[in-house]
């Protein structure tokens, strides 16, 4: 079983940043891909940033150009730093990772962090 804690969500202004981490850990082989969701209030979960193994970095439109997500292989994190936010980035967001043991394939979510972006 793999364990994810996210932390950095807060209340924050428009125009502001906020960095977020997700530390992975318990049963962890073979890390495919690390990602960011997030759901806002009466909407779907909807995907925001994905890291795969070697590097490369996929990112939802409404947040290229403002968000970055990184990752830190050795102490299994990912972040996702978010500049020049917006009111429509509140949301929860979710951490997830994808990992492969042998043939199978497993998919962990974390428990969310708020993210509230208001003046």
């Known amino acids: 079983q793999v364990q994810l804690v996210e932390s950095g969500g807060g209340l924050v202004q428009p125009g502001g940043s906020l960095r977020l981490s997700c530390a992975a850990s318990g049963s962890i082989f073979s890390i495919m891909l690390m990602a960011w969701y997030r759901q806002a209030p009466g909407k779907q979960r909807e995907l925001v940033a994905t890291?795969?193994?070697?590097?490369?970095?996929n990112y939802a439109n409404s947040v290229k150009g403002r968000f970055t997500i990184s990752r830190d292989n050795a102490k299994n994190t990912v972040y996702l730093q978010m500049n020049s936010l917006k009111p429509e980035d509140t949301a929860v967001f979710y951490c997830?990772?994808?990992?492969?043991?042998?043939?199978?394939?497993?998919?962990?979510w974390g428990q969310g962090t708020q993210v509230t972006v208001s003046s």
């Open positions: 997830n990772l994808v990992q492969s043991t042998g043939p199978v394939v497993t998919t962990y």
């Open positions: 890291i795969a193994s070697g590097g490369a970095t």
